[in-house]
């Protein structure tokens, strides 16, 4: 589904962020990129989505080159959720929700029913929150719309940059789950970055350990462990 293949990025003031990176994402497989700060985590992800350009190296999506796609259509087929989830502090929750669907053109009606659908989905009662504006809901009920937005045109592929770090342990553990049980019927193709190697362990199907620029080790979380 997502195939890195030898890809570097050096940024212009000859910072080498990711050095020959090949791994591949296999559709509707969870898995997390995690290591310290600064070793290439957020690059790697924001080169599938074209924030990025690699610097050498490319990158498939199904197959094809994603250097020769439209940006816009590109990210139509990539939800984005990042830690500080930027909601519009003056529209509702229900159309920060669809503001991907009314951005690509769904009439209000139908968009406003897909963000209803998606807030009950990630355990926001949309009559009780769908009126309610950003200011009025927690830290872990705004990333939860973060989650809902991301997913409302109905991406393939979710790329997800520390998307409960901001939130206390209690909440972002439960959040965790709460992104399980969605992850297990939406099946998405999740690239989750976290420095948080708990997190890495409980929410991947696989987990990539960065160290600096690099992929260490990809391997299941048992493996990781060192489970025999
Ligand atoms: P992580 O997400 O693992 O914290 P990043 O991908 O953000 O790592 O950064 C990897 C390396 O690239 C770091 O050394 C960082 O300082 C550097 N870096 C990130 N963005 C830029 C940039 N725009 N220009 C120069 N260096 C950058
Ligand atoms: P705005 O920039 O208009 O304030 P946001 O950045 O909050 O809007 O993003 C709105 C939606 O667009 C998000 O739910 C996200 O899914 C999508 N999005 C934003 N940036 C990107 C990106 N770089 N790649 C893919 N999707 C993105």
Redesign the pocket.
């Known amino acids: 589904m997502i195939r890195f293949e030898q890809v570097s990025k050096v940024y212009p003031d000859g910072t080498t962020a990711v050095d020959d990176l090949s791994f591949e994402v296999a559709e509707g497989e969870l898995v997390t990129l995690v290591g310290p700060s600064g070793c290439g985590k957020t690059t790697t992800m ?1 080169m599938v ?1 074209r ?1 990025i350009q690699p610097s050498s190296g490319r990158i498939l999506m199904d197959g094809e080159d994603i250097a020769g796609a439209d940006p816009v259509e590109l ?1 139509r087929r ?4 990042i830690q500080q ?4 502090p003056h529209r509702t929750i229900l159309d920060n929700t669809a ?2 669907p009314l ?1 690509t053109g769904w009439k209000k009606d139908r968009a406003r029913a897909r963000a209803a659908e998606l807030l009950d989905l990630v355990g926001l009662d949309p009559k009780v929150y769908g009126p309610r504006y950003p200011a009025q809901l927690s830290g872990g009920q705004r990333q939860r719309v ?1 989650v809902a ?2 997913l ?1 045109a109905d991406p393939p592929v979710l ?1 997800m940059d520390e998307p409960f770090g901001a939130v206390d342990p209690v909440a972002r553990e439960r959040l965790q789950d709460e992104f399980l049980t969605l992850q297990s019927t939406v099946r998405k193709t999740v690239l989750l970055v976290t420095h948080d190697i708990e997190e890495a362990v409980r929410m991947g199907d696989r987990i990539a350990v960065y160290g600096q620029g690099r992929i260490e080790q990809f391997d299941s979380p048992a493996a990781v462990l060192g489970a025999p």
Request: cysteine-free; overall charge positive.
């Open positions: 924001m989505n924030l990210r990539i939800g984005y959720v989830v930027g909601l519009f503001t991907v951005l973060g937005r991301a409302a790329l």
